[in-house]
T-cell receptor, first 114, second 112 residues
C-alpha cells in the first residue's frame, strides 16, 4: 500500500466555522507533512511531524492547528479562516533510506472559505 | 538547499522523448536532485532522484552533468497522461524528515 488518503476531497466553510482535514497512511512512515497550494503556485510547506511530534512549523497562523494522534494519522484543524486561506491542502508522508528521502502525497483537500 | 531554475513551459509530441532541463549551479556535494510531477488537481508524485550517476526507473531517466550543475529528466515516450508540472528539487541528505522546496516548475504539455 503506497497510498496517502485525504478526506474530505472538497470543503466549503464560513469564516466562523470549525472544520478538520484528515490524512492517513499505512506505509509505516514516521514523518508526515501538511502543504498548502494556491492556484497556479507550487506547494508550500506548513508543518512537519516526525515520530508524532511537531518538528517544523513554517510560521503558520494559529487558525491552523495540526495534530498527529498516531503514526498513521494527521489532522489539520481549521478555525476562523479567511477567504485567502482558500487553497488545495496536501498531506504527505516520507521514508528515508540511506539519506534519500521520498515523499508520497495524497490527492489533497480543496478548501473554499466564504 | 540549492536553488533550481527550470523553463516555464515545454511542448512535446506524443510518442517522442520529452527532455526537461534543470539548472542547479549552487548544488553542494551531499545534495541530491529529485524530480516530482503534479498532474492537474492531483498531489505531487515522485519520479526519480540522483546524486552523481545517471539513473533510470520505470518512469524516466535522469542525466546529471559531470559537474552536477545541471540535469535533464527524460521521459522516453511521452503520452498525453504525462502532461503535468514537473518540479526539479535539490535537497541534502541528513535528517529523516524535511521540507521539499518546490520552485515554479516546468509545465509540460504533450500534444497528439
Amino acid at each position: 500500500d503506497t497510498e496517502v488518503t485525504q478526506t474530505p476531497k472538497h470543503l466549503v466553510m464560513g469564516m466562523t466555522n470549525k472544520k478538520s482535514l484528515k490524512c492517513e497512511q499505512h506505509m509505516g512512515h514516521r514523518a508526515m507533512y501538511w502543504y498548502k497550494q494556491k492556484a497556479k503556485k507550487p506547494p508550500e510547506l506548513m508543518f512537519v511531524y516526525s515520530y508524532e511530534k511537531l518538528s517544523i512549523n513554517e510560521s503558520v497562523p494559529s487558525r491552523f492547528s495540526p495534530e498527529c494522534p498516531n503514526s498513521s494519522l494527521l489532522n489539520l484543524h481549521l478555525h476562523a479562516l479567511q477567504p485567502e486561506d482558500s487553497a488545495l491542502y496536501l498531506c504527505a508522508s516520507s521514508q528515508t533510506i540511506q539519506g534519500v528521502q521520498t515523499q508520497y502525497f495524497g490527492p489533497g483537500t480543496r478548501l473554499l472559505v466564504l | 538547499d540549492a536553488k533550481t531554475t527550470q523553463p516555464t513551459s515545454m511542448d512535446c509530441a506524443e510518442g517522442r522523448a520529452a527532455n526537461l532541463p534543470c539548472n542547479h549551479s549552487t548544488i553542494s556535494g551531499n545534495e541530491y536532485v529529485y524530480w516530482y510531477r503534479q498532474i492537474h488537481s492531483q498531489g505531487p508524485q515522485y519520479i526519480i532522484h540522483g546524486l552523481k550517476n545517471n539513473e533510470t526507473n520505470e518512469m524516466a531517466s535522469l542525466i546529471i552533468t559531470e559537474d552536477r550543475k545541471s540535469s535533464t529528466l527524460i521521459l522516453p515516450h511521452a503520452t498525453l497522461r504525462d502532461t503535468a508540472v514537473y518540479y526539479c528539487i535539490v535537497r541534502g541528505s541528513g535528517t529523516s524528515y524535511g521540507k521539499l522546496t518546490f520552485g515554479q516548475g516546468t509545465i509540460l504539455t504533450v500534444h497528439p
